[in-house]
C-alpha cells in the first residue's frame, strides 16, 4: 500500500490539458448538448455503441470521449453494455459478415423510438474495406441509419458535434 502511495506522488499528475479554443469549443458545443438532451430525453442520453467490424481507430475516439478531458457525462451522454436501455446505437465499422447478424439483433433489441448514428467514413460508404466476400460495406446495407459523423476516424469533437445535429432534428 505504502510503495503504491509513493509511486502516485512520485508520478504527479501526467495527463495534458486540451488546448484552451479546443477546451470552449467542448463547452459550447456541450452547454448545446446538455440543453438538447433536456428538451428530448429528460436530462440523459444513453447510447449503446457497436463495433461492426471497424479497425478500431473510431472505438478509440469514442472511448475519448469518457476521459477527463472531454468527459461527456458532464452533458448527459451515458454509454450502457445494453441496447435494451439504449435511446442511440453508435454504430463504426463498414459491417463485417460475421457482425451481421449480431448489429441486426442489437437493433431489434433497442427501444424505440431508437436514432441510429454511423460513425466513421467506414460506416457511412464502406471506407477503404468497402464490400467484399467479408465485408457488407456501409451500415445502412444492414440497418436503417439516421445520421451519419464523417472523418477517418472523427475526432471526439466531431462525434459530440454529430450527436447535438441528430437529436437537434
Ligand atoms: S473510418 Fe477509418 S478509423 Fe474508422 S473504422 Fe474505418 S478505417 Fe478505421
Given at each position: 500500500m505504502l510503495r503504491i502511495l509513493h509511486q502516485i506522488f512520485r508520478t504527479g499528475v501526467v495527463t495534458e490539458p486540451l488546448p484552451s479554443q479546443a477546451e470552449s469549443r467542448v463547452v459550447e458545443i456541450g452547454a448545446q448538448l446538455e440543453e438538447a438532451i433536456r428538451q428530448r430525453f429528460h436530462r440523459s442520453l444513453t447510447i449503446r455503441q457497436v463495433d461492426a467490424g471497424s479497425c478500431n481507430a473510431c472505438e478509440l475516439e469514442i472511448h475519448a470521449l469518457?476521459?477527463?478531458?472531454?468527459?461527456?457525462e458532464r452533458f448527459g451522454i451515458n454509454f450502457t453494455a445494453s441496447p435494451r436501455f439504449a435511446d442511440m446505437l453508435l454504430v463504426t465499422g463498414p459491417v463485417s459478415i460475421n457482425m451481421e447478424i449480431a448489429l441486426k439483433r442489437t437493433y431489434t433489441a433497442t427501444p424505440h423510438p431508437k436514432i441510429v448514428v454511423a460513425a466513421g467514413d467506414c460506416g457511412y460508404d464502406?471506407?477503404?474495406?468497402?464490400?467484399?466476400y467479408a465485408s457488407l460495406g456501409r451500415i445502412s446495407n444492414v440497418i436503417p441509419v439516421d445520421a451519419h459523423i464523417r472523418g477517418c476516424p472523427p475526432t471526439p469533437v466531431d462525434l459530440l458535434l454529430g450527436i447535438l445535429k441528430v437529436i437537434q432534428r
Open positions: 469518457n476521459n477527463s478531458l472531454y468527459n461527456c464502406g471506407g477503404i474495406f468497402g464490400e467484399s
